[in-house]
């Protein structure tokens, strides 16, 4: 696995240097600026499969390089983890919305950086062989309808493992301050079956535009978890009243219909879950919270985009007794 | 050699160049306290204070200089929030240069 360390000091990328040797990484080269980063990926003759960034840096910081690193090709869909300063824990947020996979922090400690390193190798190598797979068959993407793919979306719309991860290091204090909310194309099977791959993945990046755009007032960060799941964590101060926030996804999902309506394509129909959150003296882990929300959708509180006699029956038998 | 002693090798040869840094690092804060001395006011001097520091916390406590990594960090983070003054700061900063003095020696 080729590596690239960003960190302007650099006795710390010669530090990380050794330790990455140590754990059999011996491919690994540094860089103490963003531009430097970005100059280094672009001339490479063979590319990275992995970057280390640290956050604060002076001229483009970590944050902004892992955003631009995300818009560049040769890099973005590779793992991207950030080192950072336990003071800079909170920016491990924004981090992640621009499209970082997983964090360390500063100072090192080695074996959280080898279970880091091992997780990101196997990022790395199912990414080789994706792009394999996609070569020997003629350009033609495949991947099983479970598979969290990754979106083309224009906004931020992080791999299920890096949210995963973003939880996990929030921990259960700071997940208390956060509300997750499950969506389910719930046609999302008929759609895999009629089209392809490719154009599967291009509908579900659309849905995620679609959740983004609608719930950008709350500061989201949006998953696809595969099968036509998608996961949004909010701040829960911040977060849209559940009705309007179906309002606001029904507008931009009308729109969506009518264009997929021209191209001859199904319309997308999606059921939201109920919000979950966690309570201060709650037992489930932050990944639970997560999960929690994905089964929530099998009892939606609305089906946007047209309702279907099961929803309708689902609907009506979740709704409380008068 | 084997993996392990490669990476005590190494690592020894960092601390050993940060022992080295050590000298600059300090007259890089002794520059910006200068500053500070003759005006309070200085954002750009408490910056350089701030990131001599921030790169010390990530550096010393990796390599086992944990005292020094955790006084960094204390001073990092002080400047950070912006919610303690100068006068708050200086003798911290007077106890770092204390340290990296005493690590030279």
Known sequence: ?322 | MSKEAKLNDALTQVRSKFVVSCQERSQTLLEAMRALETELDQPEALAQVRRECHKLAGLAGSIGFTEIGNLAEVIDTRLKEGRAGWVVIEPMVKDLLQRLEGIKK
């Open chain 1, 1 to 322: 696995m080729k590596i690239l360390i960003v960190d302007d000091e650099p006795l710390f990328c010669e530090l990380l240097k050794a330790e990455l040797s140590a754990c059999g990484h011996t491919n690994v080269h540094s860089v103490n600026s963003g531009a430097e980063a970005i100059s280094s990926i672009k001339t490479a003759e063979t590319p990275f499969d992995c970057a280390l960034l640290d956050i604060d840096m002076p001229g483009i910081d970590g944050i902004e390089l892992c955003r631009l690193l995300r818009f560049e090709p040769l890099t973005a869909d590779i793992p991207l983890v950030m080192v950072t300063a336990r003071s800079e824990v909170e920016s491990v947020d924004k981090a992640f919305a621009a499209g970082a996979t997983d964090y360390l922090t500063k100072p090192i400690d080695r074996r959280d950086l080898r279970g880091r390193m091992t997780m990101a190798s196997a990022m790395a190598r199912e990414r080789v062989a994706r792009k394999t797979t996609l070569a020997n068959n003629k350009k033609t993407e495949q991947f099983p309808f479970e598979e969290a793919c990754r979106l083309e979306a224009e906004y931020a719309c992080i791999d299920y493992l890096a949210l995963q991860n973003y939880v996990l290091k929030l921990g259960s204090m700071r997940m208390f301050n956060h509300v997750a909310i499950g969506f389910q194309v719930a046609n999302a099977r008929e759609l895999f079956l009629t089209l392809d791959n490719s154009a599967f993945r291009e509908t579900m990046s659309d849905i995620a535009e679609v959740i983004v755009e609608a719930t950008m007032s709350g500061n989201p960060i949006t998953s696809y978890a595969g099968s036509g799941f998608f996961v949004v964590l909010f701040d829960r101060h911040s977060a849209t009243c559940p009705e309007r926030l179906a309002d606001q996804i029904e507008q931009r999902l009308q729109i969506l219909n009518g264009w997929y309506a021209q191209l001859g394509q199904l319309p997308v129909r999606i059921k939201i879950g109920a919000p979950i959150s966690r309570g201060l003296v709650s037992l489930r882990s932050p990944v639970e919270i997560l999960e929690k929300a994905l089964i929530n959708t099998k009892k939606p509180i609305t089906t946007l985009g047209g309702l279907q006699e099961e929803d309708a029956i689902a609907q009506i038998q979740s709704q409380p007794g008068e």
